[in-house]
């Protein structure tokens, strides 16, 4: 896919009614920009097959035969004008990736990002990976995203940058809303606002719990993070927890996180940034961060969306 009616076209395809209804599909995007400035709103995938499933994926040359993991080369953007990407899937998995979603502005829940929102009752598993959420607006709630799966299904949002989102009502950056686990891992979420007294960053309502980890909240309005049920936390750097206090809360990382400069949209760390080489945490399913860098395998790593692995290992050697 190379143009936004390429897109258009390939999600109608793939939903219920179209030629590839019962597939799973696999939506390769080229870099570039995708916008709803064509007037015909926001871009959309509704399907209610028990063997369909949808790949949404970044990144790729124009013929589709190679990738690069940069998130910020393939950009879904609302114009400012209406909701960018709503995917609903009553039975198949969801995996949106190697994306920036940008400049949302709408009446509906989850601004940039929904996914099995409104009345979908059943669900497949939720990847949402190696995104840029940002500068999303919603009069109502959630303003970078709203995804839920339900049923034993699982949740994981991995490697995320989301950042400058805001919802009126509350929960600016977003929610996650899981029957079965919620993974929380190696995100930046940051600057994101609410209205009033409401949540500015993350509603996380997982059963039994939302696993977090190597994950930096700062400076979302009110609160950084909404826990719903239940949190098990490792190496995160949060400054004020809502909602209930989390089962565990290992080895939080207290302190500025010293962004490199993110008035320009900078969120890599800078120079003495506590979150340098500080987690132990090694679990991820995802092999790189958001710009294509390895995760490391050993030693030590840093928290947050942008992951700088030379010489954390201790396997280099002095020149």
């Given at each position: 896919?190379?143009?936004t ?5 390939a ?11 019962d ?9 570039g920009?995708y916008?709803?400035s ?5 871009f959309f995938y ?28 393939t950009?879904?953007d609302g ?5 960018v990407?709503?995917?609903r ?24 990002i929904?996914?099995?929102?409104s009345?979908?009752?059943?669900s497949?598993?939720?990847?949402l990976r190696d ?9 109502y ?6 995804a839920?799966?339900?049923g ?11 950042v400058?989102?805001?919802a009126d ?6 929610e996650l809303?899981?029957q079965?686990?919620?993974y929380?891992?190696?995100?930046t ?7 009033g ?17 190597n994950?930096v ?8 993070l909404?826990?719903?049920y239940d ?8 400054t004020?927890i809502a909602g209930n ?17 993110p008035a320009?949209?900078?969120?890599h760390?800078?120079?003495?940034s506590?979150l ?14 958001i710009e ?16 700088d692995t030379?010489f954390?290992?201790?396997?280099e050697?002095?020149p």
């Open positions: 896919v190379t143009t009616a390429e897109l258009r076209s999600l109608s395809a793939a939903s219920d009614g179209g030629a590839n209804q597939d799973g599909t696999d939506i390769f995007l080229a870099t920009t916008s709803t064509d007037g015909l709103g926001r509704l399907n209610t097959s028990p063997t369909a499933s949808l790949h949404l994926w970044g990144g790729y040359n124009a013929d589709c035969t190679q990738r690069v993991d940069d998130a910020s080369a950009i879904l114009n400012d004008a209406t909701q990407l709503v995917a899937s009553a039975l198949g998995d969801v995996d949106i990736l190697n994306l920036t979603v940008q400049n949302a502005n709408t009446d509906q829940y989850g601004a940039g929904a996914v099995n929102d009345n979908v009752t059943t497949g598993d939720v990847l995104l840029i959420i940002r500068n999303n607006h919603t009069s709630y959630h303003g970078g995203f709203r839920f799966a339900r034993t299904h699982m949740m994981y949002f991995d490697n995320n940058l989301v400058d989102n805001s009502r509350g929960y600016g950056a977003g809303y899981g079965a686990q919620i929380v891992r190696y995100d979420i940051a600057n994101n606002i609410a209205q007294s409401t949540v500015g960053g993350l509603l996380c309502a997982g059963v039994p719990n939302c696993e977090i980890a994950s909240f700062w400076q979302n309005t009110n609160a950084d909404y826990v719903n949190a098990v936390m490792y190496f995160d750097d949060v004020q206090t989390p089962s565990t809360n290992a080895n939080p990382i207290v302190g500025d996180p010293l962004f490199a400069d320009t949209g900078n969120y760390l800078g120079d003495g506590p340098l080489a500080v987690s132990t945490y090694l679990h991820s399913d995802s092999d790189n961060d294509g860098h390895n995760l490391p395998l050993t030693g030590t790593t840093d928290v947050g969306a942008y992951v030379i954390n290992d201790n396997l050697t002095s």
